[in-house]
């Protein structure tokens, strides 16, 4: 499972190196070095071949004319891409990624167990401050933990 937070530098060609315990999961669990990036939200968020596959999967059983079916399509869907990782463990994210999300210097990765998530440092510490906030809320609502 992907967890953990990690800090990681940006090229201005956007490439960036995936942390180590995540490139070693997709090759040990997934046997993959590839992921598919796509827009979520305020950042981006990433998955194995395996897991995007499985999420597409559920996507198809929407109603395909529906408009939130539709808008939903187009934003994760429509903003997917399909990353290598080359040979010193690095991804490049796509340029309208990079401009639309302010993806620069420093990008702080997210492991959310079965996807990650990449996020414009500033963007993540103010999201990580209300993140929290919910969570000591969302505690007692949750069943099942």
């Known amino acids: 499972m992907f967890r953990g937070q990690y800090i990681h530098s940006i090229s201005k060609t956007g490439r960036v190196s995936l942390p180590a315990k995540f490139r070693d999961l997709l090759e040990q669990k997934y046997s993959s070095n590839k992921v598919i990036v796509s827009l979520f939200e305020n950042c981006i968020v990433g998955y194995p071949i395996t897991e995007w596959e499985n999420l597409e999967s559920k996507i198809l059983t929407l ?47 997210i492991g959310i167990l079965t996807r990650f998530e ?28």
Do not use: H, M
Not at 75 to 99: F, M, Q, W, Y
């Open 63 to 109: 109603p395909p004319l529906k408009k939130n079916t539709v808008d939903f399509e187009r934003s994760l869907i429509g903003n997917a891409s399909e990353c290598v990782i080359d040979t010193e463990g690095r991804i490049n994210i796509p340029p309208l990624l990079r401009k639309n999300l302010k993806l620069n210097q420093q990008v702080v990765f």
């Open 118 to 145: 990449i996020w414009n440092e500033t963007y993540w510490n103010k999201e990580n401050k209300a993140s929290f906030k919910k969570f000591q809320k969302s505690r007692d609502t949750i069943d099942g933990i």
